[in-house]
C-alpha cells in the first residue's frame, strides 16, 4: 500500500483550486484499489452558495471527488528500489469522466465532514476504466455507483 501526500496530488491531476477536490490519497493498491480523502470546509465557493444558510456538498462535486481518486490512484506507479521506491506519475491520467452508472446519494455532505472515497477497478478496457466508487463520512454511507473513465 502506498499513500499520496496533499503536496504530491498535483503530480497527478490537472485540477487547480477550486476544482481539486482530493486532499490525500491514503491508500493505493497499485492498479486494483484505492481511497482518497476530502476534507470539506465551509469557505469553499460551491459549498458556500449551495444552499445559503444550509451549505451542503453538491452530489456533482462528490462525484468528481471519486473520478479524481480514482485517477490519482490509476494514474500512480511505484518506481522500483532501484529507482528510489517512490511513486510518481508516469504522466497524468488523461482520462476523463464518460459515464456515471446507478449513482446513489444516501445522505448530505456537510462543512466539517472528512469525505473518504473508496476506489476499486472492476474492469479495464485499454484506456477504459469501470470503477466501483463510494464515499462514506464516518462509518455511514453517502453515495456509491459506478464511473466509467474513458483516457
Given at each position: 500500500m502506498s499513500t499520496v501526500e496533499?503536496?504530491?496530488i498535483q503530480r497527478y491531476l490537472p485540477h487547480g483550486?477550486?476544482?481539486l477536490l482530493v486532499d490525500r490519497v491514503t491508500e493505493i493498491e497499485e492498479g486494483v484499489s484505492g481511497v482518497g480523502v476530502?476534507?470539506?470546509?465551509?469557505d469553499e465557493i460551491c459549498i458556500n452558495g449551495h444552499f445559503p444558510g444550509n451549505p451542503i456538498m453538491p452530489g456533482v462535486l462528490i462525484v468528481e471527488c471519486m473520478a479524481q481518486t480514482a485517477a490519482v490512484v490509476f494514474g500512480y506507479r511505484r518506481e522500483r528500489?532501484?529507482?528510489?521506491?517512490?511513486?510518481?506519475?508516469?504522466?497524468h491520467l488523461s482520462a476523463r469522466l464518460g459515464m456515471i452508472?446507478?449513482?446513489?446519494?444516501r445522505k448530505p455532505v456537510v462543512p466539517g465532514d472528512?469525505?473518504?472515497?473508496?476506489?476499486?477497478?472492476?474492469r479495464r478496457f485499454g484506456r477504459?476504466?469501470?470503477i466501483s466508487a463510494e464515499a462514506r463520512v464516518g462509518d455511514e454511507v453517502v453515495a456509491g455507483g459506478t464511473l466509467i473513465l474513458a483516457g
Amino acid at each position: 500500500m502506498s499513500t499520496v501526500e496533499a503536496r504530491e496530488i498535483q503530480r497527478y491531476l490537472p485540477h487547480g483550486y477550486p476544482l481539486l477536490l482530493v486532499d490525500r490519497v491514503t491508500e493505493i493498491e497499485e492498479g486494483v484499489s484505492g481511497v482518497g480523502v476530502k476534507n470539506v470546509t465551509a469557505d469553499e465557493i460551491c459549498i458556500n452558495g449551495h444552499f445559503p444558510g444550509n451549505p451542503i456538498m453538491p452530489g456533482v462535486l462528490i462525484v468528481e471527488c471519486m473520478a479524481q481518486t480514482a485517477a490519482v490512484v490509476f494514474g500512480y506507479r511505484r518506481e522500483r528500489p532501484e529507482d528510489g521506491g517512490e511513486g510518481h506519475a508516469a504522466n497524468h491520467l488523461s482520462a476523463r469522466l464518460g459515464m456515471i452508472q446507478n449513482m446513489k446519494f444516501r445522505k448530505p455532505v456537510v462543512p466539517g465532514d472528512r469525505l473518504t472515497v473508496a476506489v476499486r477497478l472492476v474492469r479495464r478496457f485499454g484506456r477504459t476504466f469501470k470503477i466501483s466508487a463510494e464515499a462514506r463520512v464516518g462509518d455511514e454511507v453517502v453515495a456509491g455507483g459506478t464511473l466509467i473513465l474513458a483516457g
